[in-house]
C-alpha cells in the first residue's frame, strides 16, 4: 500500500494505527486527517522518535498494511 492508498482508505486505516502506536488518541488520528507528515509528528512525539526512526517504522508498516476488499 502506499501513502496515496493510506489517504484513500484513511478510515479503515486508522484502526490499524492505533493497533499499532496505542499512544496515538483518536483525537490525533482526527487531526491528523490522513497527512503523512502529521503522522510523522505525532510518532516522533509520542514515542520520542528521531525523524529518520519514524520515517522508517511508518513506511514498513505501511508497505504491510493489507486491506480487506
Known amino acids: ?3 496515496e492508498q493510506v489517504e484513500g482508505q484513511w478510515k479503515e486505516v486508522k ?7 496505542g499512544k496515538i488518541t483518536d483525537d ?11 503522522l ?3 510518532i516522533q512525539t509520542r514515542y520520542g522518535h528521531k525523524k529518520e526512526a519514524a520515517e522508517a517504522e511508518l513506511d514498513k ?9
Do not use: C, H, P, S
Not at 28 to 38: E, V
Open 61 to 69: 508498516f505501511i508497505a504491510n498494511v493489507k486491506m480487506k476488499n
Open 28 to 38: 490525533d488520528l482526527t487531526a491528523i486527517a490522513g497527512k503523512k507528515d502529521r
Open 15 to 21: 484502526g490499524l494505527i492505533r493497533e499499532k502506536w
Open 1 to 3: 500500500m502506499n501513502w
Open 40 to 42: 510523522l509528528g505525532k
